[in-house]
Nanobody
Framework: QVQLVESGGGVVQAGGSLRLTCAASGRSFSNYIMAWFRQAPGKEREFVADVNWSGGVRTYAVSVKGRFTISRDNTENTAALQMNSLKPEDTAVYYC????????????WGQGTQVTVSS
């Protein structure tokens, strides 16, 4: 069982930066694939980025590649999403999620943190 709590959301102007953090409690954090998703008003939740257990393999949605960086610290049981060059279309609730490798789904989710980018 893993509990996830996001922080770091807020309001920022277009072109600015924010860093989201996901704090995990529970056992065996390093066993999980960690990911960030987002959901904008009136839209379906979408994948943003994920990182494997070691932090060595990262994947990104096309819409954020080159602007966002996902990372993790297995000694601190945290995952982070550094977001640069933010655009109004990045406005959404951002969720942290954890998946058991090979499980095929993200079993654990945080409550979400709001990111608003003003133009």
């Amino acid at each position: 069982q893993v509990q996830l709590v996001e922080s770091g959301g807020g309001v920022v102007q277009a072109g600015g930066s924010l860093r989201l953090t996901c704090a995990a409690s529970g056992r065996s954090f390093s066993n999980y694939i960690m990911a960030w998703f987002r959901q904008a008003p009136g839209k379906e939740r979408e994948f943003v980025a994920d990182v494997n257990w070691s932090g060595g393999v990262r994947t990104y949605a096309v819409s954020v590649k080159g602007r966002f960086t996902i990372s993790r610290d297995n000694t601190e049981n945290t995952a982070a999403l550094q977001m640069n060059s933010l655009k109004p279309e990045d406005t959404a609730v951002y969720y942290c999620a954890a998946s058991t490798p090979g499980g095929g789904t993200y079993e654990y989710w945080g409550q979400g943190t709001q990111v608003t980018v003003s133009s």
